[in-house]
């Protein structure tokens, strides 16, 4: 569902042959080129997919042993990689139709390639390194910062000269470093440029993204549906540009144009209050460092509580947390060495603190937290004989424990999950399960619209036409102006043969959204049933101002037209 099926339909048009597609990537491509190659040599396998990835994710834990061999010892490689192959988090994102298990595994891959790099000095760590950041931006495009972090780095090293054999082998790396990072990000570019004449460097979705974690109509301080933007993200993009439109009064928007322009709008928010955005930066701040899973696609605490208790043991994130925290304190002294975690941990949070926070967000952190977490482990062991060192390292870790593991600003209720199931049965083509999971979320949450409108549509369509008006009439109750409730009242109205009323239902649903074609035409398609020509005529020439491209408006003129010479009026 949601980000998922993005991905899914995304890979199997790649499967098809749509290799190139015709627009600017709105979100970051790789995953979708991933499933395309599985799904063209396996089919549509969500089985494969998932042995694939369970692959991967097994390496994922080697490369952590390796990382943390480098940096520390062998010791503390085990135990890192061990707890690895346990973290609940990794273990159920293998599992997922989703990109989370792939960003941490490249991040940590580009680690441990830089370590490498800097301990052997061998170009070919440094193309490696280079390739695996240019990849993972391809996931999540925050990454790229790093990049430039690193830009600055070597050029400060070529300036200042300290590099291990001078300024020359300094050059090399870079040059190496960037040729890894360019293999990655200029075809992605190029493409963009070739499909739309326009530079994006890897994708357009920026500002969007920006805007929605800093707005006036957010009110919760993270993620929070915008009212003009439908809460899926096959149709984030057209929304985002339809009200750029709207508000800039001219259609020559180009991707670029519409994610400056909303990147712009949530800047001037921010200087416009300066106070809630420090609030919000608070409050994400405490989601990011949280014990608690805060979901998105998937609830894991949700579906750990239910379906996989197995979830519930396994250690998450308010275990390795304050371990990875602690390891960092304890290894400070030898932060000249190590202080690309220590810059890559700050930097990546306020990279996605500053626009809002899943819990999956944060997966390409966790690498690093993990492998602290082993030095964390190995020093407790090493401490043991002695009692006052070990007793102030066990103060701290205790206190870390309790501020990550305090109670989150708020938690997602288990109606959503739960009304989102509801939602899988109705797709899968099972109502009746549909309808119970519908009536579990409304029994939590009596408030959840959602849950009641849907409940409302698939009674509709199992034709329990007076209980559905019952909940759409709730659903009303609960959003006044809504246009989606009134639309299936008058749906059940015209199959009771109710015209009357169907007709006026259909009314008031266009009053609240004009723009909704579909229903505009069953309102045409019910006026000329009636007869009623005069006022089908008049609708018919409205959907074909708002709605210029729609193929229904010439074919329902056409109709018109022949039903009224059969009538001869």
């Not at 040729?179 to 500002?207: D, E, Q």
């Not at 941990?345 to 306020?350: F, K, R």
């Not at 849907?454 to 036409?465: D, I, Q």
């Not at 209980?467 to 009134?486: F, G, T, V, W």
């Amino acid at each position: 569902m949601v980000d998922a099926d993005l991905y899914d339909r995304w890979g199997l048009r790649i499967a098809s042959g749509d290799w190139i597609g015709k627009r600017i990537f709105y979100d970051p491509p790789l995953y979708a080129y991933f499933l395309g190659i599985i799904y063209k040599l396996f089919g549509h396998s969500y089985m494969a997919v998932r042995i694939i990835q369970a692959l991967i994710g097994s390496i994922h834990c080697v490369i952590i042993f390796y990382l943390v061999t480098l940096i520390l010892d062998r010791r503390a490689g085990l135990l890192a990689g061990l707890i690895a192959a346990l973290y609940m988090p990794l273990i159920f994102y293998d599992a997922t139709v989703m990109k989370a298990f792939l960003s941490s595994t490249l991040v940590d891959g580009g680690i441990l390639a830089l370590l490498a790099a800097a301990k052997s000095g061998r170009y070919r760590w440094w193309l490696v390194h280079g390739i695996c950041m240019g990849l993972a931006a391809l996931l999540r495009l925050n990454v790229l910062l790093f990049a430039f972090i690193e830009a600055v780095v070597f050029a400060g090293i070529l300036i200042i000269g300290k590099w291990k054999g001078g300024r020359l082998r300094a050059a090399a790396a870079a040059l190496t470093w960037a040729i890894g990072l360019s293999m990655v990000i200029v075809p992605v570019a190029a493409r963009n440029k070739h499909v739309s004449g326009k530079f994006v460097l890897v994708s357009s979705y920026l500002g969007q993204n920006f805007y929605t974690g800093n707005n006036p109509f957010n009110t919760s301080g993270n993620y929070q549906r915008l009212p003009f933007v439908r809460a899926n993200p096959k149709y984030e993009e057209q929304d985002f540009r339809r009200e750029a439109v709207k508000r800039l009064k001219t259609a020559e928007l180009t991707p670029n144009d519409v994610s400056n322009y909303w990147l712009r709008q949530g800047l001037l928010y921010i200087r416009a209050q300066p106070g809630a955005f420090i609030k919000r930066l608070w409050l994400r701040f405490h989601i990011f460092w949280n014990a608690y899973e805060m979901p998105d696609s998937y609830n894991i605490g949700f579906i750990g509580r239910n379906f996989l208790p197995v979830l519930k043991i396994l250690p998450g994130f308010g275990l390795i947390a304050p371990l990875g925290l602690l390891g960092m304190i304890i290894t400070w002294r030898r932060r000249r060495e190590l202080w690309f975690f220590y810059v890559f941990l700050i930097g990546y949070t306020a990279s996605v603190i500053v626009f809002f926070v899943f819990s999956r967000y944060r997966m390409p952190v966790v690498g690093a937290l993990i492998a602290f977490s082993g030095a964390a482990l190995i020093w407790f062991w090493d401490a043991r004989s002695r009692r006052k060192v070990l007793a102030k390292g066990s103060a701290v870790a205790v206190i870390l424990f309790v501020l990550i593991n305090i109670s989150p600003p708020y938690r997602v209720l288990d109606s959503k999950p739960l009304r989102n199931l509801g939602t899988l049965m109705r797709q899968k083509n099972q109502p009746e399960h549909a309808v119970e999971y519908y009536r579990k979320a409304i029994s939590i949450d009596p408030s959840e619209y959602e849950a009641h409108y849907f409940l409302a549509t698939t009674l509709r369509e199992m034709g329990k036409y007076k209980e559905a008006m019952k909940e759409y009439q709730i659903s009303l109750k609960i959003r006044p102006n809504d246009a989606n409730a009134p639309a299936g009242m008058a749906m059940c109205y015209e199959a009771e043969g109710n015209d009357g009323k169907a007709r006026e239902f259909y009314g008031k649903a266009l009053t609240f959204n004009m723009k909704l074609s579909d229903v505009r035409i069953m309102l045409i398609k019910l006026l000329i049933r009636n007869g009623e020509y005069d006022m089908a005529f008049k609708q018919v020439i409205t959907l074909g101002v708002l709605d210029p491209m729609n193929p229904e408006t010439s074919r329902l003129m056409k109709e018109l037209k022949r039903k009224r010479r059969e009538d001869g009026k």
